[in-house]
Nanobody, 112 residues
Framework: VQLVESGGGLVQPGGSLRLSCAASGFTFSSSIMSWFRQAPGKGRELVAAITGTGGITNYADSVRGRFTISRDNARNTVYLQMNNLKPEDTAVYYC??????WGQGTQVTVSV
């Protein structure tokens, strides 16, 4: 199993980033996929999740209306579009498959 995130970086407040996570080694199209994040000194928190068909999504209150999770089952890839980013969104973002498989994480820093 492999989950490889990309798309993190440094962005100014109000800016946007799109994270990608390429998955392999399990049946992606039938698996719930999710994004978590962990800020310095804090625990890991669920940001967003999406069902296998993409028909149901769920978001943390702190990102609802700003972030969008989506997936492309033909490419075995899940995305997290992040708009109107705030300094408090700064964290390492992790892709998670089936609530058990984890990527290595990608750093997102929101700062002037």
């Amino acid at each position: 199993v492999q989950l490889v995130e990309s798309g993190g970086g440094l962005v100014q407040p109000g800016g946007s980033l799109r994270l990608s996570c390429a998955a392999s080694g399990f049946t992606f199209s039938s698996s719930i996929m999710s994004w978590f994040r962990q800020a310095p000194g804090k625990g890991r928190e669920l940001v967003a999740a999406i069902t296998g068909t993409g028909g149901i999504t769920n978001y943390a209150d702190s990102v609802r209306g700003r972030f969008t999770i989506s997936r492309d089952n033909a490419r075995n890839t899940v995305y997290l579009q992040m708009n109107n980013l705030k300094p408090e969104d700064t964290a390492v973002y992790y892709c998670c498959g089936r609530w058990e498989y984890w990527g290595q994480g990608t750093q997102v820093t929101v700062s002037v």
